[in-house]
């Protein structure tokens, strides 16, 4: 072959490929979105979709610069090929945040496998719906924006999502998650709006992320297995919190979670793990807190088997959830309050197996802190200030 038929061959399956790439991308202006943020793109965005999913080849949902008015909106699966969903503009939200009804959701992924979500701002425009909340009104229970249903194999990067009516983003069900340089921001008034919530799921990574809200960070419910998060930064907001847990009798446990190289500051918490002070079948074990950085919290270090926000109607029995296996290692900072740890742990089930590592907060530009322990058992060892207050 000479060279002129390489060359032209080469010309030829270069052709080849840039058409197939170019015809496994589904743009949705070309389905009928408008950049505008004002027309509904809800249907072209079902159409893109539709069509993608049902490629044989794996596929790109494309998502161009501009403004999309989306509402409430599934993409479901599972798909005939591995899917990519490409976000260069924003999409909002409806205005009007009883548009959405008592659907709970904005922005649904179902059963969606070998998945992507890139890039992107996801804008859910809640502050009526906030003011509506701090006003005692009849409100709508409020929609989370971004969420994954029994997914498997999926990444999440370069997501930004604001003003989330109650949890940013969330997984339920899942398996192998990673979620990395994401940016969930509300402001720090923002009711009961939370983070990353994730329950029911296995093998989730969560890295190099900024949460600024006004709940939890990182909500880590019933279910959750094999979870690491890393290199968050943390604030304003309640902290990472495993539970509430003990809602109700039959639930799965929780185990084999990490949090590491994180800094939290401003937050209400920093590691937490809450029950309420129900029977229940569920547990807490194989759990690392560790290289964090705590600057100005409240409650740096704790565990509240007691559980009640409202501190109404709180149930007066003993928690079930058994916690065990935990440790908290090279935490460092500065505490709010001059309790700079507190595990309080069940009547009727102590806390087993806690080890407290090289424990380094202070109180009030310097004052020494103080720690307090009910029913927690374990060992401590390196530096501790506050004092360790764990049974032997």
Not at 178 to 185: F, Y
Not at 258 to 274: A, D, L, M, P
Not at 295 to 310: E, F, G, L, R, T
Not at 336 to 355: D, M, N, R, Y
Request: net charge positive; hydrophobic share 35%.
């Amino acid at each position: 072959m000479t060279q002129s038929h390489i060359a032209l061959l080469f010309t030829f399956l270069t052709f080849i490929d840039v058409s197939i790439g170019a015809s496994n991308i589904f743009n949705v202006v070309s389905f009928g979105a408008k950049p505008d943020g004002v027309t509904d793109s809800t249907a072209a965005f079902l159409k893109a979709w539709q069509a993608a999913c049902g490629s044989p080849a794996a596929a790109t949902v494309m998502v161009p610069s501009g403004t999309f008015l989306v509402k409430g909106i599934t993409f479901g699966g599972p798909c005939k090929s591995k899917l990519d969903f490409q976000v260069t503009g924003t999409i909002v939200a409806p205005a009007n945040y009883r548009a959405f009804g008592n659907s709970g959701y904005w922005i649904l992924f179902n059963k969606v496998n070998k998945f992507s979500l890139f890039g992107g701002t996801f804008d859910a425009r809640a502050s009526g719906f906030w003011s509506c909340r701090k006003s005692g009104q009849n409100c709508p229970p409020g929609v989370r924006s971004i969420t994954f249903n029994s997914a498997n194999d999926v990444i999440i990067s370069g997501v930004k999502s604001m003003n989330s009516q109650v949890t940013h983003m969330t997984l339920n069900g899942c398996t192998n998650v990673v979620v990395r340089n994401v940016k969930l921001l509300a402001p720090g008034d923002s009711p009961n709006t939370d983070g990353f919530d994730v329950q029911h799921s296995t093998g989730i990574t969560f890295t190099g992320s900024t949460v600024q809200t006004g709940d939890d960070c990182v909500a880590i419910g019933p279910g959750t297995r094999n979870f690491l998060i890393s290199k968050l930064a943390c604030g304003p907001g309640h902290g990472v919190s495993i539970g509430s847990l003990a809602k109700v009798l039959n639930e799965d446990g929780v185990e084999n979670v990490t949090v590491s190289s994180s800094v939290f500051t401003g937050t209400q918490n920093g590691v937490r793990i809450k029950s309420w002070a129900r029977p229940s079948t569920g547990f807490v074990k194989n759990v690392f807190f560790q290289h964090l950085i705590m600057k100005n919290v409240q409650n740096p270090i704790i565990i509240d088997q007691n559980y009640c926000p409202s501190n109404q109607g709180c149930p007066t029995e003993h928690s079930g959830i058994k916690i065990s296996q935990v440790t908290y290692k090279n935490i460092q900072g500065t505490s709010a309050t001059e309790q700079a740890v507190k595990l309080v742990c069940s009547k009727s089930t102590p806390c087993t197996g806690i080890t407290l590592q090289d424990i380094k907060l202070t109180y009030n530009k310097g004052t020494p802190a103080t720690s307090y322990c009910f029913n927690a058992v374990g060992t401590s060892l390196g530096l501790i200030q506050p004092t360790s207050c764990l049974r032997r």
